[in-house]
């Protein structure tokens, strides 16, 4: 009988246990079978949602960091011709050409970098990832708050948090839950190509936290006339904070304020 393999702690592994939670993750990653020509998993651990994504698209690229894990991971899938086992850092690996989805049940220690792997590959159209729930709930607006990641990228970029799963679903078991955050490249961007950097500035000057207010950081850019009159346009509050402002009011800010 082949001994359990070790649990890694400096590659942040909590492998996904339930069977269940691995199928409800592949039919959000992939909503309609065999849509996907092409489909990378981040983190393919023992196996479990690989299983569940591989009658899904009709090509399927495992990654796994984790040396010890690719032998079984080969062994499991050797009679499944579209699915490749690929051992190494998803985070080393060139973006494809043409598109693709990502999924997978992310380490939380790499959270951070996976997503911006993931904001910056060009082909992307979606990606669906099994993160820390704390962190799914920041960057969807789920505590009524949003992130500087998430208004900088909404106009190329949706967010949203489509599940949770308890804690109770891996192993071993992390002392937290998991949120399953859903990213999807928008078909249409929200703004011109030629709006991109004045977007950019908007949004960093809006973050710079001098002032004290959203407004009044804008003020330090901006004749404070046009900034009242990008507020009322937003139906916004003066004394609003800048995590309060859903990325609705900042583009209606951005249609006021740009040059």
């Known amino acids: 009988m082949a001994r359990p393999t070790r649990v890694s702690r400096a590659l942040s592994q909590n492998f996904l246990a339930d069977r269940a939670a691995a199928e409800r993750l592949a039919r959000l990653a992939v909503p309609n079978r065999r849509h996907h020509p092409l489909l990378l998993e981040v983190g393919a651990g023992k196996g479990a949602l690989t299983l569940a994504l591989a009658p899904r698209c009709r090509e399927l690229i495992a990654y ?3 040396p010890r894990l690719v032998p079984g ?6 009679g499944v011709p579209h ?8 985070l ?8 693709f989805s990502v999924a997978g049940n992310v380490p939380f220690s790499r959270t951070a970098a996976i997503v911006d792997w993931c904001l910056r590959a060009p082909a992307l159209t979606d990606a669906t990832l099994l993160t820390q729930l704390e962190y799914a709930r920041k960057r969807t607006g789920d505590y009524g708050s949003w992130t500087r990641l998430t208004i900088l990228t909404w106009p190329c970029h949706e967010w ?3 599940g949770r799963v308890g ?3 891996f192993r071993p078991v992390p002392r937290v839950d998991a949120g399953i955050v859903r990213i999807e490249r928008r078909r249409t961007p929200l703004l011109d190509a030629g709006a991109d950097e004045g977007w950019r500035r908007l949004v960093a000057l809006g973050f710079s936290g001098v002032g004290g207010s959203l407004h009044a950081s804008l003020c330090r850019a901006h004749a404070r006339r046009r900034v009242d009159a990008a507020f009322r346009a ?5 004394r609003a904070l800048v995590g309060e402002v859903p990325p609705g009011a900042w583009l209606r800010l951005h249609e ?3 040059p």
């Open 234 to 238: 937003a139906r916004l509050d003066a």
């Open 92 to 99: 080393a690996a060139r973006p494809p050409r043409t598109p």
């Open 64 to 66: 796994e960091i984790d």
């Open 83 to 90: 699915v490749r086992v690929t051992a190494g850092d998803f």
């Open 167 to 169: 804690r109770s679903s």
């Open 256 to 258: 006021v304020l740009a």
């Open 73 to 78: 991971l080969r062994a499991r899938f050797c």
């Open 160 to 162: 949203r948090l489509v």
